[in-house]
């Protein structure tokens, strides 16, 4: 316990845990209030006692996907009830409340690769003048920087040549990795169905965009059958890929909450004791400057406790549409969670989807040098989240 107690200091004084140390302690039986605290001590030095969030609109292009996750209940094929792919006047639609509610960030996320499964989706794109999703990716987000908001595209694996089209009009990108174990999609387990979901695909297209100099954003599903090591060695499969090329903005530690209709239906949810040690490890293996985010939507009853464990952020929040990917967890009120923050020490405000370091001529293209700025003004300005909009306004989901 000597050698953990060590290495904890020195991880929370700056250092981060070693591959060794980090993979010992997945059978380590140590108290889960050193762990935290250490994770804890890490994250003040590094952010202090400031918890951001990025105001957005989720906007989700298609739902269609060909893949089939056993815990996922957006994902829909053609003809399937609930199935969608936004309209262009949808997506304007979207982006106009946006503007008007003070979002920074147009958060764009879809299906795998629908192209590659749905002719009726293809035949879709073709009547909206898009030859590909690509082609009305690219149009969408430009639709959202013509409104001053920054675009963020999450649209599962790409190659280099679309990443690079995409930088173009993006701040940054994001691909969740999920879990680096290959045991995950095997015959029986929640990835089987689900080609993209492949370990080595996805650390391949984060790899590449590292190489590409596109910020970007990662993480962690907790709860789907994998173990501690294997959270543990994912955790440094990411650390890994941003020492190759410091690319990594952000990881998120997602828990995985159970819905009616997916094979994962009556699997129990990870508590919060999983979640936070989920998330004291990430920040106790990540580098100092990779943020460190869990979403509040998921954790309700847990604010205090996420920011305990070491987490600097809480991702996107939207006062204009819900979470599409998890529909029945509402996101929280911004007065309410600045409360929460409040009580625990920490003070919370506004960021736009790409960090402050990113902004340069290496990691961001030129053209979108100005609307950036123009967010990170307007959020500097403001002391508190109420302040994003005018009141009728800042509401909970759908208000």
Request: charged share 25%.
């Amino acid at each position: 316990m000597r050698a953990f107690a060590a290495a904890l200091a020195r991880a929370a004084a700056g250092s981060p845990l070693a591959d060794d140390e980090a993979l010992a302690l997945a059978d380590a039986d140590l108290a889960p209030s050193e762990l935290r605290a250490a994770a804890a001590a890490a994250r003040d030095r590094a952010f202090e006692r400031t918890v951001t969030f990025s105001p957005k609109v989720f906007l989700p292009l298609t739902n269609l996907c060909r893949n089939r996750c056993d815990y996922c209940s957006f994902r829909r094929s053609p003809g399937d009830e609930g199935e969608w792919t936004m309209r262009p006047d949808e997506v304007d639609a979207c982006l106009d409340g946006a503007a008007a509610r003070g979002c920074g960030e147009a958060l764009f996320c879809l299906g795998d690769t629908p192209e590659a499964a749905f002719g009726a989706y293809r035949r879709t794109l073709a009547s909206f003048g898009r030859a590909s999703t690509l082609d009305y990716l690219h149009f969408a987000a430009e639709r959202a920087l013509a409104r001053g908001l920054l675009p963020h595209t999450n649209a599962g694996l790409l190659d280099g040549e679309a990443m690079m089209r995409l930088r173009a009009v993006n701040v940054s990108l994001g691909l969740m990795l999920e879990n680096v174990s290959p045991r995950l999609c095997q015959p029986g387990m929640p990835h089987h169905r689900a080609p993209d979901k492949r370990p080595d695909k996805r650390l391949a297209m984060i790899d590449e965009a590292g190489r590409l100099h596109i910020p970007f954003t990662t993480g962690i599903l907790v709860g789907i059958g994998e173990t501690r090591r294997e959270r543990i060695e994912s955790l440094l499969a990411i650390r890994r890929l941003h020492r190759a090329h410091g690319h990594i903005q952000e990881v998120i530690v997602q828990n995985f909450r159970a819905v009616d209709g997916v094979r994962l239906a009556r699997v129990p949810e990870p508590d919060e004791a999983t979640v936070t040690d989920a998330i004291a490890l990430a920040r106790l293996i990540l580098d100092p400057e990779v943020s460190l985010q869990a979403p509040p939507n998921l954790n309700p009853s847990s604010t205090e406790a996420l920011l305990a464990a070491g987490i600097n952020d809480f991702g996107g929040i939207s006062p204009l549409t819900p979470d599409y990917i998890n529909p029945r967890h509402p996101w929280p009120h911004l007065d309410e969670l600045a409360a929460a923050t409040a009580r625990a020490g920490f003070a919370l405000r506004p960021r736009p989807p790409i960090y402050d370091r990113f902004v340069d001529q290496r990691w961001l293209d030129p053209a979108l040098h100005a609307p950036t700025r123009a967010v990170q003004a307007r959020f500097a300005a403001v002391t508190r989240p109420s302040q994003l909009a005018p009141a009728r306004a800042r509401a909970a989901v759908g208000q």
